[in-house]
């Protein structure tokens, strides 16, 4: 990673990422700044960004056209986001997971593991979704506040639930 971007991770994440939304009145240029932070240090970033107030985003992340990263989400490395994406508050996506194969070993001692996370273009992701590693998220999706995605979601469907389940198709 350049010395540029992460300067400007740097200053994302100590200083620019708590600062409030453009509907306070002293909302001011801030959203703007986490803007153009966070299109110098995301591994792709599409036109128009928008990146709500204490996002944790990892630079390793590819974001698409006019998509936005919401209030409080937790976004690991290796997640693309498509275009067209907007999130509620509280969007936790996984990419790393811990490893529990052995019996005879800790948990705590197996490692991680990393699997890509993928969400497609014109998908609504409610607040407080959790979606594990990888999860690929069709495109025109919608989930549901709320919802734990532990499998790959196909286009079209609006899902729910703990685990989430298609509720039903938006093509139908």
Same mark, same amino acid.
């Given at each position: 990673?350049?010395?540029? =971007?992460?300067?400007?991770?740097?200053?994302?994440?100590?200083?620019?990422?708590?600062?409030?939304?453009?509907? =306070?009145?002293?909302?001011?240029?801030? %959203?703007?700044?986490? =803007?153009?932070?966070?299109?110098?240090?995301?591994?792709?970033?599409?036109?128009?960004?928008?990146?709500?107030?204490?996002?944790?985003?990892?630079?390793?992340?590819?974001?698409?056209?006019? !998509?936005?990263?919401?209030?409080? !989400?937790?976004?690991?490395?290796?997640?693309?986001?498509? !275009?067209? +994406?907007?999130?509620?508050? #509280? +969007?936790? &996506? @996984?990419?790393? #997971?811990?490893?529990?194969? !052995?019996?005879?070993?800790?948990?705590?001692?197996?490692?991680?593991?990393?699997?890509?996370?993928?969400?497609?273009?014109?998908?609504?992701?409610?607040?407080?979704?959790?979606?594990?590693?990888?999860?690929?998220?069709? #495109?025109?999706?919608? &989930?549901?506040?709320?919802?734990?995605?532990?499998?790959?979601? %196909?286009? @079209?469907?609006?899902?729910?639930?703990?685990?989430?389940?298609?509720?039903?198709?938006?093509?139908?």
């Amino acid at each position: 990673m350049s010395l540029k =971007r992460k300067l400007a991770y740097f200053f994302y994440i100590a200083f620019f990422r708590f600062t409030p939304e453009d509907y =306070r009145p002293y909302g001011l240029f801030f %959203p703007w700044i986490r =803007r153009k932070l966070a299109e110098s240090f995301l591994t792709k970033c599409g036109k128009n960004l928008r990146v709500k107030h204490n996002a944790d985003v990892s630079p390793f992340v590819e974001v698409g056209d006019n !998509s936005e990263l919401g209030q409080f !989400s937790l976004i690991h490395a290796n997640v693309k986001i498509g !275009s067209y +994406v907007i999130m509620g508050p #509280n +969007v936790k &996506i @996984y990419t790393r #997971n811990h490893n529990f194969e !052995s019996l005879e070993t800790p948990i705590a001692l197996q490692g991680k593991s990393s699997k890509p996370t993928i969400i497609g273009d014109d998908v609504w992701i409610g607040a407080n979704v959790v979606i594990l590693p990888g999860v690929e998220v069709g #495109n025109h999706a919608i &989930i549901a506040a709320g919802s734990i995605v532990t499998k790959s979601v %196909p286009d @079209y469907a609006i899902i729910g639930g703990n685990p989430a389940k298609v509720i039903k198709m938006r093509n139908e």
